[in-house]
């Protein structure tokens, strides 16, 4: 059974940097586009940014110039490095993987359970 773990979430002051990461486990043959989303309170699920397996990489247009985002389609993992951080990307945030396991010859999307953000003084 796939797994997708995030890590690196937690409190950080305004101006400061996170680095995410989410991990896939299980039996995998590939992994394909991977991305990150965030939901605030409140607010719907949004994108972040998104990485092919070609390396093409997609940052939302409001995130561009603080959020890189990077990852090893090899090693199924993804990672976004989220800097100059603001009050307004608290949210939690979710990694998602396109994957296509051994024992089901389809592939699926997966998500993971999501890691709290939270910027504040």
């Known amino acids: 059974q796939v797994q997708l773990v995030e890590s690196g979430g937690g409190l950080v002051q305004p101006g400061g940097s996170l680095r995410l990461s989410c991990a896939a486990s299980?039996?995998?043959?590939?992994?394909?586009?991977m991305g990150w989303y965030r939901q605030a309170p409140g607010k719907q699920r949004e994108l972040v940014a998104s990485t092919t397996s070609g390396g093409d990489t997609i940052i939302a247009d409001s995130l561009k110039g603080r959020f890189t985002i990077s990852g090893d389609n090899a090693k199924s993992t993804v990672y976004i490095q989220m800097d100059s951080l603001k009050p307004e990307d608290t949210a939690v945030y979710y990694c998602?993987?396109?994957?296509?396991?051994?024992?089901?010859?389809?592939?699926?999307?997966?998500w993971g359970q999501g890691t709290q953000v939270t910027v504040s003084s």
């Open positions: 998602n993987m396109y994957i296509t396991p051994h024992d089901i010859a389809v592939t699926r999307l997966y």
């Open positions: 299980g039996s995998i043959f590939r992994t394909y586009a």
